[in-house]
């Protein structure tokens, strides 16, 4: 696993900011050719965090099979109103919610939980919250809790006539050596399991797609559907902040569009992928 050592997790925040460092240069580079034109050969080196960042799904022209959101709800929050609307106007087949606090749950439950015939749903105090809404059936609902008390939710989903795992997680924020390797220990661990079978990944992982979390021959089995954009914080449209809300997938998956949401009232912007099945 990528950076074990003790600084491995500091190295590892420093690696998410790569939009503002493209930010940071190109400032650099105008104020540099002011004086001397010939820093303008140095701006090809913006596009680095393109060509080093954790590899992408294959894009599909095709109408999506699955159309996935994910929302960090903030535990503060109590009001779901601004996310359902938010999912009225742009609906999804499947909705993971992290930090999901029982003063959130419960007015969401008084609404149906926004038409969404299926949910799986553990709201907690604490950030570990999480839930699940789905207009399709979730088979086999199990919580996982780690040595950390990190949680996730695993199900089963048809697609298509293929039976995927889903998972929603939401590990603890690498702020420390040993929540960053349980972080990196989690993704790899799943991405072990997709390569013997279809898998979604879905959730805040607090892992840009620079991160080691996300990096390596070894996770290659899972791409992201997401892009770089910033997710957290939500503050001035996410213009200084980081992409750590994401939908990660195995081989057989496309993705046919992805966008961040508006602001929902948390300190997360959600995200929303479409999916298509195309077979291994």
Not at 97 to 106: H, V
Not at 152 to 179: N, Q
Not at 212 to 240: H, I, K, N, Q
Not at 252 to 266: K, L, M, N, V
């Amino acid at each position: 696993m990528p950076g074990q050592g003790s600084l491995g997790w500091a190295l590892d925040l420093f690696a998410h900011w790569q939009p503002l460092y493209v930010l940071a240069w190109l400032i650099a580079c105008g104020i540099g050719a002011l004086r001397d034109r010939r820093w303008l050969l140095c701006l090809p080196l913006l596009a680095l965090p393109w060509f080093t960042a954790s590899p992408k799904a294959p894009r599909s022209e095709g109408p999506p099979d699955l159309v996935m959101a994910v929302a960090n709800v903030n535990i503060r929050q109590r009001d779901p109103a601004a996310l359902l609307a938010w999912l009225q106007h742009q609906p999804a087949d499947i909705v993971v919610l992290t930090e999901l606090s029982p003063d959130y749950a419960d007015p969401l439950a008084r609404r149906s939980y926004g038409g969404f015939a299926h949910r799986a749903l553990h709201p907690l105090v604490s950030p570990p919250g999480l839930g699940i809404l789905s207009d399709r059936p979730l088979h086999d609902v199990r919580l996982v809790e780690d040595r950390l008390g990190a949680l996730r939710m695993e199900a089963g989903l048809d697609i298509d006539g293929h039976r995927v795992r889903f998972v929603a997680a939401h590990p603890k924020p690498p702020m420390a050596t040993r929540k960053y390797r349980a972080r990196d220990k989690l993704m790899r661990e799943l991405a072990v399991s997709a390569t013997n079978e279809p898998m979604i990944v879905a959730g805040d992982l607090n892992a840009t797609p620079w991160s080691s979390a996300l990096l390596g021959a070894d996770m290659r089995a899972l791409r992201r559907t997401t892009g770089g954009a910033p997710t957290y914080p939500s503050e001035g449209a996410g213009v200084f902040g980081i992409g750590i809300d994401h939908v990660l997938v195995s081989s057989g998956f496309a993705q046919t569009g992805a966008e961040r949401g508006p602001d929902i009232g948390s300190d997360h912007l959600p995200v929303r992928v479409g999916l298509r099945w195309q077979g291994e």
